[in-house]
């Protein structure tokens, strides 16, 4: 299973991005799709979580300015990201966990989006 991000850019600060994740390959089902972010010099961490039952969760930075969905018929989650702050600036990645007998925990490749004062 392997996964393509995309959507990221330069963007000025106030300003949205959305970005995309297609799965592809031998899928049955995803369980939780996440976005993670990695700042220059500080260590990953969570952006957002969906299930695919539409659950979902956020950091509390993100929280009332990102929104994650995702397509089950697609296998493609987006983040929709609102109101950018120059802090937002990272590399963004997704992460597709399934569970059971074809189980996978894969991650795309990446996305920079830097995000200008």
């Known amino acids: 299973v392997q996964l393509q991000a995309s959507g990221g850019g330069l963007v000025q600060a106030g300003g949205s991005l959305r970005l995309s994740c297609a799965a592809s390959g031998r899928i049955r089902s995803i369980n939780v799709m996440r976005w993670y972010r990695q700042a220059p010099g500080k260590k990953r961490e969570l952006v957002a979580g969906?299930?695919?039952?539409?659950?979902?969760n956020y950091a509390d930075s993100m929280q009332g300015r990102f929104t994650i969905s995702r397509d089950n018929i697609k296998n493609t989650m987006y983040l929709q990201m609102n109101s950018l702050k120059p802090e937002d600036t990272a590399v963004y990645y997704c992460?597709?966990?399934?569970?059971?007998?074809?189980?996978?925990?894969?991650w795309g490749q990446g996305t920079l989006v830097t995000v200008s004062s």
């Open positions: 992460n597709a966990l399934a569970f059971g007998s074809y189980g996978f925990d894969n």
């Open positions: 969906i299930t695919s039952g539409g659950s979902t």
